[in-house]
């Protein structure tokens, strides 16, 4: 999932700091202009100069050490915030948003408006996949490696392909319904129904996108993908088609996409299928068929809504600690008489805070655990329910088996983790990287199953636990939304 494009998107129209009185001048324009073009290409050259320290790196020590690949993870990690942090300056400091709709006059064009203003973020994201481009180079085995004009269409189409046409039938909607219906359209409880509307055509038509954006096709027909169809009889998992993404080997990953049983694929990258063992794939389809049968996809969408009221309620009680009697002082205010860009960087800079410390802890802690829910299932997978395996046996080699839901086994747990720790060299991870904050290190995802083994009533105790959480945030997330409706604090959404 593209967190950073959904991330911007937030940025860019999550809040409304917007000075509507305020005119910008053709002269402002320009001057705003270069300067978010002076910051985009910043972020460009800074990611091709930290690439290249990382690729002189490698060839000095003739291969990918482990502390390269440990430096190219953190440098990652640094150019995405950084970019985020640029384009929120960009967005709140300059007054980006200001300058289309205002200097331009295009606020009320449809669909232009946002995708200008949207614009920043793709090309600041696009030099920076440029950039990086000579340490992904050289940090792939050889059998992985492709061109860097392959390589940033993938990344677009990966970063972007799922996300980018909703958020565009999301503001065409909007669009329209100003047009149409203007009084409604602005009313927050519209809005949060416009969400939850948009939220479910997108778990429903996801996989119409994969489709479009995404190279892919069926997996051919063999032994590897009788065992998958038997596994999803097994565990009564129905999916359109099983999918072959065609990523020219630079990738090894699997996804599931799809809410409905009868318009839903999972899809295999063509490095994964090449590379692991049958065994290995047939795990980590598991793990896929896993967030289904636990619903994570709908969870998340629930989620995401419910989040909606936390992030309204946190901008509504930083905004006015920030706006006591001192610094509401006249050095605030424009000549112009509205809000000075200063004030709107500090609004902006609160509301990147509260969304990033949120994500950062309350889905980050939810999607690690679903991940772990998910590896369980993995595992169950290719077990035989022995406790005593080996031997073990195969239940998915024949029609026959009728044990759909078995127990844990040890060799169940260590051919999913086997395909992990593969999974992780194979794309050049850190097996213990800590910053992998919405799946876990594979490390830690390994430890966490071997602790299982022979244990079944922990594996009890963890489903419960994933139950009481749920249940926990429904509440919470459901009382959020109310009281920011209540008081008022939904309406600054934009």
Partial sequence: MPFSLLIAIFIAFGFDFSADNVAISAAEVHVRS?????????????????????????AWHAGATAAIRHSYGVICRVVDILTL???????????????????????????????????????????????????ESALRASHVRTTRGRYLILRARQALGLVLPVALIFSLGQDLFRRQLPEMAESPSF????????????LILAPAFVRLTWPTQPLSRGPLRDRLERLSKRFRFRCTDILVWDTGQALVNAGVTGALPWFRYVLLTDALVEHLTDHQVEAVFGHEVGHISHRHLSFFGFFFLGSVGVLALAREVAVRYLELPFLTAGWWTSAGGGDSPLLLAVHGSVALICLALYFLFAFGYLSRRFERQADVFGCRAVSCGSPDCPPHADLNANSGADVDWPNLCPAGIRIFASALSDVASLNGMERESWWAWRHGSIGRRIAFLEALEGKPHAERRFQRNIQWLRGALVVALATAVILAMRTGALAHLH
């Fill in 191 to 202: 809005q949060l129904g416009w969400m939850a509307v948009m939220g479910t055509l997108v």
């Fill in 34 to 58: 270069l300067e978010t073009l002076g910051l985009v290409v910043a972020v460009g050259i800074m990611a091709f100069a930290l690439s290249k320290w990382v690729a002189v790196r490698v």
């Fill in 85 to 135: 942090i640029v384009y929120a300056w960009i967005i709140y400091g300059v007054d980006w948003r200001g300058v289309v709709e205002r200097g331009l006059g295009l606020r009320n064009a449809i669909l232009v408006d946002e995708f200008l203003i949207l614009l920043p973020f793709l090309v600041a994201q696009f030099l920076s996949w440029w950039g990086l481009y000579a340490a």
